[in-house]
């Protein structure tokens, strides 16, 4: 199980390839897996599918990769911020397919737990119902949405041991401990590495059965994107 | 008169019960936190993963694994719980949030809603609005009542790619208080100083003037 | 909010009646509502249908209410070690639908996300599957399994504060967190009440939003079915 | 001569690889941890809602709170995690376990199990066997190769109740370990002293002996 611990982002991203579907966890850029990021982009990594909650800002998260124009296809709940994916999408080098967030949580956690489909209300009567099917359950209308998994799934935890276990911080949890689930290699970077034993059992948010590579990462800049304060 | 935005707020901020699981939208419905009215404890989610949300920090106090849905820095109050996205939509989706609020671009009498898409634009994304209005037994529409060209939102039937279909009950605007049943608007309450003539030209679907139709008060 | 507070378990079951259907948490005796349980048989409430993991013991848990016949039907995934459910079961008084444990886990939650129902390999081609809608997806038949609720879940954590946050300890974990969130009506009991804020909030395994309604409870018993020991 | 249960389990734990996540079920699965290898570390899973399971007790560390999926009180091993039960049917039914080692009243050479009913009697329930069977793609059954009344396990079709349909590809008994493939039993390896002609008389299903067939070491 020691085979899980790797020294950084260039030795735990070994195996990734053009064309791969990716999960990249984070809200906004909130606990976004930056050095995995880091390391896609300088691999510069063509043609990927990249389902993310959101697709970063120009200069920083998922933005990166579209300005190296990595990525053929984001799958994400809101893209807004990003003048560089506007120019992409609407140039049609891009392909966005957008999807309510609890649609996208839910498809993910399914795809990590065998649940190859599920039947919601969230979008009946609306585009994201367009072409799929559609059923009556005790009187009210649902959608049926396939699970989603990922070749990779890359996220960003507070802190994790090398049996893969991990803790969250604040709401950097978001959408990491699902993908984390859904990946068929996961891949976390962590803020601090700890002794196994280290991290309460009972207060673990992410066992460690569903990651496969974990390393500590470095220089993490945690950027904000509307700091709001109270005088 | 026309409510303010905040004015908007307010008169929505009086329908919360104690006790109640808030979420409220981005633009006005955020500005209701601030009219909680006294001895009323409502406990707001923020769908990225937060119950029980505070007021921004104070400067010393900012952090950046601490955001709410609109991406902005936040705190937690005693109380709080933090949670995953599944886990969020689980109270969202499962019906067990008490009250949303969010804006809209335009609603109809079917109770349809319209929020995040006008075709030709650049789309940014539905986000959590459309399990937000599909979640939710208890919605309400903080918007104004005319767009900035003066046309009605509150329609017979929406023009925009919908958010969601025959779940809004209720909308406060800039002039009224409105219900939707039976198929139309039902005008409750009046604006100070807003007639119901004004209201009536300035919607486009069938409404209906309660018999106890009364002015707001704050 | 305070309002969820109770002193007791005879004033947080207000509302029960004949013929309910209630969730009860717990896997074995492990982490089982025993003060919700006393009040039940107490209270001789008649006609329940229980979604349960078990049935208890003859002389406790719900083998309790099966003394009573309290409980016209169990759904469960197993049921043995007790005499009383086995007569009653063959002799007819008591219905009972076995599910297979992960998929009754999942049908809770599915109930309390708002999920209708969702398909899953497992049962495919045994009795489970039986009378169920079945579907080939990516070449794998599956079976379309609905969510479930309940008209009370009657839950037990370790420790909780008034607005319904818990955490459990252990494996008494298990069902409790499904359950929570499938009740109409959630009771929680817990070992110790503690003040808002003496929970972190990081590491709360049931939100309060899931839970209706929390007591002190008293006298816990926590009967062990299967003590070993290393020497 | 026919291998214990010791034996079997001890045979079993031969196919154990390091870093695996693994499943045993109760009776004769349980025992394989007592036969893990040197150098090999596998992560116990009990679906109860605890991975990492260590040994049982002592008197004075018994606690109500953790136990395993038999009921039997166990500990807890540095890196344990806790999780309640839909999480853990998460890791099991979305293919994230190793292995998973059970045992089995019957098994067919179309890979088809029945291990939890029989007709007529008391029926204790699946527990978590459906969902296991289901969700690993490596299963090793753990049983004798026929029962008391000396009647074959290995069955040309299960004629009891099924736990699930074309799942099993090996099998430990206390005979032989055999294969499934292409709709036979492959016989691998032979018990010490256990003959082909034993085995092919004790096994209902059609039976391949495989060209490279040996005798079990230990």
Redesign the interface.
Known sequence: ?S??LYANAREALAGIEDNMTLMLGG?????IPENCIRELVRLNIKGLICIS?NAGVDDFGIGLMLQQRQVVKMI?????ENAEF?RQ??SGELE?E?L???????K?????????????????????AEGKETRE??G?M?VLE?GLTADFAYVKA?KG?K?G?L????????????MA?AGKITIAEVEELV???EL??????T????VQRIFEGVDYE?????????? | MALSKQQIAQRIAQELKDGWYVNLGIGIPTLVANYIPEGVNVTLQ?????LGMG?????DK?????????????TMLPGSV?????E??AM??GGHMDLTVLGAMEIDQNG?IANW?IPGK??????????LV??TENIIVAMTHANKHGKSKLLKQCSL??????CIRRVVTDLAYLTIENGAFVLRELAPGVSVKEVESLTDGDLVVADDVCEMTF
Request: aromatic share 10%; proline share 7%; glycine share 14%.
């Open positions: 199980m085979k899980k809200f906004g850029l909130c606990g909650n994400s709940s809101y893209v807004g506007e999408m609407l966005v957008l309510p967030q609890g649609t996208l949580a839910e993910c956690r399914a795809g990590g737990a065998g649940i190859p489909s599920f039947f919601t209300a969230t979008g009946y009567g609306t585009e994201v359950i005790d009210r649902y396939p507070w041991d049996y276990n803790i969250f911080k604040g709401t950097a949890r978001n959408f990491n401990p699902v689930m002794e196994p034993g309460d059992p009972n207060f673990i948010h066992p460690g059965i569903f945690k950027r904000i994107e509307q700091r709001t304060i109270t005088q | 923020s769908e990225n993963g937060l007021p921004f920090p104070t400067e900012v952090d950046a694994d601490l955001i709410n849905a609109g991406k902005q820095t936040v933090l949670f995953n996205s599944s969020s939509f969202i989706r349809d898409k650049m789309v940014k994304g539905m986000g959590g609005a459309m399990d599909a979640g790619p919908l958010t969601g279909r025959a």
